[in-house]
Structure formats: structure tokens, C-alpha cells
């Protein structure tokens, strides 16, 4: 039923309007009616009004600048006008503020009749439409060649029921709205029953018409139901529902308050049923649990612990799955851990490093709890086994790179914490790779170049002091310099020069 507002400032006129509406049989009920535009403007403002009715010329405001203002209120309404005056300005005015239509005084009953039919017929495909764009955004988009609800789905308002598909549940052809509506209507009793695939994967909003005057107690026995239609089909899922009937306006708001409520409390152990009525308890947050526990593990991966981490992981897999651990707790950990490991691991990794997220989110549409958790380890060690060939691959890298570096500052003064600014890692790590690589010390390595190129220069430079050989390669002091050349070249300086000289 559409609601109706009539002003005109004649009350014969709005006695006959009423009269013809009412005798109509059209879908129309006339509301109220003023005598005056401002009048006609705060009905506007204090009533659902579909249809205005004016006169254009009226007391204290008129009919277009009455229609201009009301559509500011709501630019869905519409407006008929109502002159004696056949002017074209007026009509070229009205055109502006999209009047629906245009009649004159005296109004013969059947022009009213056609213009009003018209008018019913733009609001109910205008409602249609805007029946079916209440559930654009929650609806797959897959599914939307189906979403055909016509204006009698406004009529009454709607329970609101959201399903998750239990997270590590075998996947079911049943899972299908084509068989859990009807089944549904026929456990409920009542028609029509809407059910929909929503854009989060396996997961189905379910609509049921609900009286106004329907009372709240109604909810637990449509939810045994409900549960008796998923046992039968052998589903698992989790339910989240209102008890208090929604208008179909409200739908968003309630999928998307229900839908979260299932993101935080599902759990990967058994299906649970919220009632999101005003009862319903605060839940536990856990995510300052998980980020410090991801935190662990991701210490280990940076360390290369990988028999630490797999053994700890696979502990801490078996504890969660006797506990009412969130899935979306699980998912984060999950997401956590393979974002480690991808900035661990090198871009161009084979089969690894850009695409971990991917192959972990995959897991966790496994069908069993225990096919995710061996998925998992099995990734872990593959990535554990890429991150250590790869860093013995960057090692030896490094450490090419850090004698290039040595052998081209043989005369300056080059220190661990020189390098490690340099190259961006640890004064230790570059201890480990000089360990590793040289089989000596940084410094051992660092001083046996420079012996090596004071040999070089006495060599070239015979007549070269060893004092100015020493200063050039920055040792500073002659005699620790002689003394360095000695525990490398196993003779001093002088010594070696000597050797040098042909004999006579």
C-alpha cells in the first residue's frame, strides 16, 4: 500500500480526491491531508509518504516550491499537480521537478484514475528494483542473474539468518541455495524462503517473511529447524541469526553485523549458533595472542630454527584443535607466518618465496583438519629448505662482494662495523661468513691482503721505504708492521726485500 498526501486549500476538493482514491481499488491510502503548502511540508517531514497530491496554487507556499522542498525530504516521492491554471510556465516548471504527471480542475475521476495507475505502476517497478539493490554487495555476483524480488518483498519484514560452512568440512553439492531453500520452506512452514550465496566464500544469507506482530520466542523453534534440514543433508555450519525481525532497508546492516559476528566466533572445532539478539556476550579478543605467538615463530624463521620451529608448530596445531580457537585467529596466524617467510625468502626463489600466501591460503580450504596441519609443516620445511640454500647462495655473494671491497681499501682503515654499514647486515653475520669463506678471521683475512701487497710493492719499488710502505697500507707503526709482515711472510721485511736482490 502506497501512502498518499493531499494538499489543497479547498476542502470539496479534497473531500472528492479522497472519495475517487478511496473507490479507486488502486494500492493508494490517502495519509493526511493540509490545507496549505507549510502544512503539506511538515506532513512530509513527519510521514513515509510515496504520493503528493497539490494544488499548485495554495496559502503560505505553493504547490512547486511545496514539491521542490518535500523532494529534499525524500527525492523518491512523487508528485501530481492539481490547476485551473493551463499555463505553460507552470507545466514547464513542474517538468524541471520531475512531476509524475499534470491534471486540471475540475478533475474528471477517470484521468485521475489513469494518472494515479500510472504513478502505481513507477513506484512498484521502482521498488522492485530497489528490493532487489538492498542485497547488492552481499550477494555473490555469480548468483545475481537470479535475484529477481519483486515489490511484494517490502511488504513484511525479514528474519535474517546468516550460514557458514565449517571451516576443514568436505565440500557438499547440497550446500546449494536450489536445495536448502525449499527444504526450508517446508520445515518453516511458510513461503516464500530466500536464499543466497554471499560474496564470502561458503557462506548463504537466508531471508523468511516475519509478521510485525510476531513474537520473538518464534526464533529458537525456526532454528531447530534449521538445524534439523542441515543435519538431514549431512552440512556442518555455523548459524548466526537476529530474533528480531528486520525491515527489508535493514538487511545490510544485519548481514554485515552477523557476518562479523561469525568471522570472530567461528571456530575450527565444532559449528556454533549465535543468537546476535542483546543478550549475546562480548567475545574474547585474541588477537593480541596470536600476533605475540606469530611473533615466536616468526623469530625462528629470521634465525633459521627450522627443526625448533616444525616441532613447536606441530605441538601447537594439536593444542588448537582441542580448543574453541577462532578460525579467523587460525587465519591470521597462517597469513602471519607465510608473510615471514616470503620476506625472508628471496623474490626469485623457485617455487617459493612469491606465491607462500597463496599455497597457505589454499590450505586452509582443506577438507580435514589433519590434511591442513600436515599441509602446513610440509610448506614450512619447503620454505625452511629454500631459505637455507638460499642463504648459503647469499653467503658466498657476500662475501665475494666483502674481498672485492678489502682488496680495493688495502690502504685505508676498513673495520667490521665499516662493512656491516656498508652491506646491511651484523658485524657477527660478516664474522660467520669470514669464518665460513676464508676459514680466518676478518682480520687475519684483512691483514693478509695488505702483507700480500706490501710484497707486491717492495717488488715494484725496490727502493721504497719500509717505513713509507707501512704508513701507506696504514699500519702506523713500523715495528707492529714488521712484526705482522714476519707472522705472514715467516721472515721480516728487511729480510724479504734482500731476498729480493740478485747475488753477485
Not at 29 to 50: H, I, K, M, T, Y
Not at 176 to 194: H, N
Request: aromatic share 8%; net charge negative; hydrophobic share 40%.
Amino acid at each position: 500500500m502506497y501512502q498518499a498526501i493531499i494538499a489543497e486549500d479547498s476542502k470539496p476538493i479534497q473531500r472528492n480526491l479522497k472519495s475517487l482514491l478511496a473507490a479507486s481499488g488502486l494500492p493508494v491510502e490517502v495519509a493526511a491531508a493540509a490545507a496549505n503548502g507549510e502544512e503539506a511540508l511538515e506532513l512530509c517531514r513527519q510521514l513515509p509518504v510515496d504520493i503528493l497530491i497539490t494544488d499548485i496554487r495554495m496559502p503560505k507556499m505553493d504547490g512547486l516550491t511545496l514539491i521542490d522542498e518535500a523532494k529534499k525530504i525524500n527525492p523518491g516521492l512523487k508528485a501530481v499537480l492539481i490547476s485551473g491554471y493551463n499555463d505553460f510556465e507552470y507545466t514547464r516548471r513542474a517538468l524541471n521537478l520531475q512531476v509524475c504527471d499534470y491534471l486540471l480542475k475540475p478533475v474528471v475521476p477517470g484521468e485521475l484514475m489513469e494518472v494515479m495507475q500510472r504513478v502505481v505502476d513507477r513506484l512498484g517497478e521502482e521498488r522492485a528494483a530497489d528490493s532487489s539493490s538492498v542485497l547488492d554487495g552481499i550477494v555473490d555476483p555469480a548468483a545475481c542473474g537470479t535475484l529477481h524480488l519483486d515489490a511484494s518483498f517490502r511488504e513484511e519484514p525479514k528474519r535474517v539468518w546468516v550460514l557458514r560452512r565449517q571451516p576443514f568440512t568436505v565440500p557438499s553439492d547440497r550446500w546449494d541455495p536450489a536445495v536448502i531453500a525449499p527444504a526450508l520452506a517446508e520445515a518453516w512452514g511458510q513461503a516464500p524462503v530466500w536464499v543466497y550465496p554471499t560474496r564470502t566464500e561458503g557462506e548463504l544469507l537466508l531471508l523468511s517473511n516475519a509478521s510485525p506482530g510476531e513474537p520473538l520466542s518464534a526464533a529458537p523453534a525456526l532454528l531447530e529447524s534449521l538445524k534439523r534440514v542441515l543435519a538431514a543433508f549431512g552440512l556442518e555450519a555455523s548459524a548466526a541469526y537476529s530474533p528480531k525481525p528486520a525491515e527489508p532497508r535493514q538487511i545490510p546492516d544485519e548481514y554485515q553485523r552477523m557476518s562479523r559476528l561469525l568471522n570472530e566466533r567461528l571456530t575450527i572445532g565444532r559449528p556454533v549458533v549465535l543468537d546476535a539478539g542483546p543478550s549475546l556476550q562480548p567475545s574474547e579478543p585474541h588477537e593480541e595472542s596470536i600476533e605475540r605467538l606469530s611473533g615466536v615463530y616468526t623469530d625462528m624463521i629470521r634465525r633459521l630454527q627450522k627443526d625448533r620451529f616444525l616441532l613447536q608448530l606441530a605441538g601447537q596445531l594439536n593444542a588448537w584443535k582441542e580448543t574453541a580457537l577462532p578460525a579467523a585467529g587460525l587465519e591470521r596466524f597462517v597469513a602471519r607466518l607465510a608473510a615471514a617467510f616470503e620476506a625472508s625468502l628471496p623474490p626469485a626463489a623457485e617455487g617459493g618465496g612469491r606465491n607462500v600466501l597463496e599455497q597457505a591460503g589454499r590450505l586452509l580450504g582443506q577438507p580435514s583438519y589433519g590434511g591442513f596441519c600436515s599441509g602446513l609443516l610440509a610448506l614450512a620445511g619447503e620454505c625452511f629448505d629454500e631459505l637455507q640454500a638460499s642463504n648459503r647462495k647469499s653467503g658466498s655473494e657476500l662475501f665475494l662482494k666483502i674481498d672485492e671491497h678489502l682488496r680495493t681499501n688495502l690502504y685505508a682503515q676498513v673495520t667490521m662495523n665499516d662493512l656491516a654499514l656498508k652491506f646491511h647486515v651484523s658485524p657477527s653475520y660478516i664474522s660467520r661468513i669470514m669464518k665460513r669463506y676464508s676459514q680466518n678471521t676478518f682480520v687475519h683475512h684483512f691483514l693478509e691482503l695488505k702483507i700480500h701487497e706490501a710484497k707486491r710493492l717492495m717488488e715494484a719499488h725496490p727502493q721504497m721505504l719500509i717505513k713509507d710502505i707501512s704508513d701507506a697500507l696504514c699500519f702506523h707503526d713500523q715495528h707492529y708492521f714488521s712484526k705482522v709482515f714476519k707472522e705472514f711472510a715467516g721472515c721480516s721485511p728487511s729480510e724479504y726485500r734482500a731476498a729480493l736482490k740478485p747475488s753477485v
